[in-house]
């Protein structure tokens, strides 16, 4: 391979690295003169607005990122995903010489983290699904001691239990600066997408149009969410043996493709050069995809 082009590649990846280093670290230690940073805090906008396939990947892409809770804006996780493909990719093209090996590892770089980062969103939207009851009850507590809603709110983001307590701080701030709580509730629910809430933001939006008893409205909310949450819990015990051998037999496939990818290139030649491989190739990728998919969709929780 011609040095100028290695050097080419070497210098876009390591630019676009520092690129997305320099834009995390920004955002990590920026810090407004608030506690929150009211003006970084996504609100609940006009999805309608997302059409077509980037569209939608983007907004899937926003979403992942502000749920998993991580400090770094969407943009420069996905610039640091890009960089990572990148740096893999050269890596690559340099060690094996092959632009498809390139290639193949460049989406490894890319799409790997993805998985990592969804597993800190089930993480902590399933702990904010566990304190829920909870800070439901405290917030009850709160309104029959005498304290408005907005003080209520306020107590839960000073007392509650993390991560859900940040969500109610940044709700808190946003009812300082003259938000009504219909619109606050509305940004908490964009921000975690949970039943739960969802619900607690309907009943709030109402009461503070209708009025009626709260006290007795959360105590409530409390309870079903609680008998809610045990038959979660018990789902997820029974049906855990079948998931993971889901997983097993979906990781089957893309392994045993990489062993003939990277240890046997003769017999996946030959599987590539014959119009039947090709087919049966394309046809195993595709019922793959659909298994997953079918697995996905069977195991998903409501959030």
């Not at 997305?20 to 608030?34: E, G, L």
């Not at 904010?128 to 029959?144: E, G, K, N, Y």
């Not at 105590?219 to 819990?233: F, G, I, K, P």
Request: proline letters at 3%; glycine letters at 8%; charged letters at 20%.
């Amino acid at each position: 391979m011609d040095v100028s082009l290695v050097a080419l590649i070497l210098f876009g990846a390591i630019s676009f690295t520092l690129l997305a280093v320099a834009w995390i670290i920004r955002d990590v230690t920026a810090r407004s003169t608030v506690a929150v940073g009211i003006g970084r805090l996504p609100m609940a906008r006009d999805e309608s607005v997302h059409r077509g396939l980037i569209g939608r990947l983007d907004l899937s892409f926003h979403r992942l990122m502000v749920e998993s809770g991580l400090t770094t804006k969407p943009s420069a996780g996905f610039f640091l995903l890009f960089a990572v493909g990148l740096l893999f990719g050269g890596a690559a093209l340099i060690w094996m010489n092959d632009p498809i090996a390139a290639c193949t590892f460049f989406a490894i770089g890319f799409f790997a983290p993805i998985p990592f980062i969804a597993r800190i969103r089930s993480k902590r939207v399933r702990q904010i699904q566990d304190q829920f009851p909870d800070t439901v009850d405290l917030m009850s507590r709160a309104v029959r001691a005498g304290e408005s809603l907005d003080q209520a709110i306020a107590l839960i983001g000073d007392q509650g239990p993390e991560p859900l307590a940040k969500e109610f701080r940044r709700c808190s701030k946003q009812l300082e600066m003259g938000l009504g709580i219909g619109a606050a509730m509305r940004s908490l629910v964009h921000r975690v997408r949970l039943l739960e809430l969802r619900i607690l933001a309907t009943m709030l939006a109402v009461h503070r149009q209708t009025g009626g008893n709260l006290v007795v409205a959360l105590e409530r909310m409390s309870n079903v969410a609680r008998d809610r949450l045990a038959y979660q819990r018990q789902l997820r015990a029974t049906s855990a043996a079948g998931r993971m051998s889901a997983f097993f037999v979906a990781l089957a496939g893309p392994l045993l493709f990489s062993y003939l990818f990277f240890f046997q290139k003769n017999y996946f030649a030959k599987l590539i050069d014959l119009p039947l491989g090709q087919m049966l190739l394309a046809i195993a990728v595709v019922l793959e995809i659909v298994g997953l998919f079918w697995i996905a969709r069977m195991a998903k929780s409501d959030y």
